[in-house]
């Protein structure tokens, strides 16, 4: 049974103040805060520029052992090049990723919205190169890329198949895939169906029906891979952590509920 790592997409959200991190947390301790609730977090800022060594460092020294980070692929290889001609950025960008030695998860292949099976030839040319000390995860937008022939392509890289709850894709049709995962981990997203939701402090829509559906389908997916990354948008529910507290309970983990953090926190700056 492989273990279910629960996290969010991202932890920089001022909105978290208060109803996760206790009153007063500064941005500099953030993420040494979600630490201490969560194992695991995707990075969505090396989607946008390679991150400064400095900066990577500074994220492996603000947390524990056993926790790790899924990083983004930077879009200017999957969007700008499609993933064609920019191997000086993906090695760039791993010798980066690496920094995080133990703390390094997998990396998120994200694939635009216009890379259809029409451009499987790029796809086909990039993974077979990349490097077998890392995991790697791939987002398709769209739906035709779900078809035997394209799964097998991952598996015969031993790719994961990032299985999104988004709009792009059923939800019946994404949670059959567990079924069959390509690679010896998976990763999983809940992304909402748009991005209307502009509360993060709070539960704004009530998914609690189709968590409890993934619960059950990730319990049967943890029995054939050795590992599971999971990570909630505040899209999806409003209030990320609640939404990954609520898997972690439906999985019978024991979530770190905020009164715990601000207990702690107390601890701290009482000098106990």
Do not use: C
Request: charged share 20%; no cysteine.
């Amino acid at each position: 049974m492989g273990h279910v790592h629960i996290g969010t997409q991202g932890w920089n959200y001022d909105a978290w103040v208060g109803p996760f991190y206790p009153k007063g947390t500064r941005p500099a301790n953030f993420l040494r805060t979600y630490a201490r609730a969560f194992e695991t977090v995707e990075i969505d800022s090396t989607f946008y520029a390679i991150p400064p060594a400095a900066t990577v460092e500074g994220w492996a020294e603000r947390v524990p052992e056993g926790f790790v980070f899924a990083l983004k692929l930077p879009r200017a290889i999957t969007h700008e090049h499609a993933l064609e001609g920019a191997w000086d950025l993906v090695n760039a960008f791993l010798a980066r990723a690496r920094l995080l030695g133990a703390r390094l998860g997998p990396v998120l292949i994200q694939l635009g919205p216009e890379f259809g099976p029409s451009r499987r030839a790029a796809l086909e040319g990039f993974l077979p190169r990349l490097p077998r000390d890392i995991r790697f995860a791939v987002e398709f937008r769209q739906a035709s890329w779900i078809a035997p022939k394209h799964l097998r392509l991952l598996a015969d890289n031993g790719v994961a198949l990032a299985l999104a709850d988004g709009r792009w894709m059923p939800r019946e049709r994404v949670l059959a895939l567990v079924e069959s995962p390509t690679a010896d981990f998976a990763y999983l997203r809940w992304m909402g169906p748009d991005r209307a939701i502009e509360d993060y402090a709070r539960v704004v829509v009530d998914r609690s029906h189709e968590i409890a559906e993934w619960a059950v389908a990730l319990a049967a997916l943890a029995a054939r891979v050795s590992a599971v990354h999971a990570y909630f948008n505040n899209h999806y529910q409003g209030h990320s952590p609640a939404s990954a507290r609520e898997l972690q309970r439906l999985l019978g983990q024991r979530p770190i509920e905020p009164a715990a953090l601000r207990d702690q926190a107390e601890l701290f700056e009482s000098g106990g």
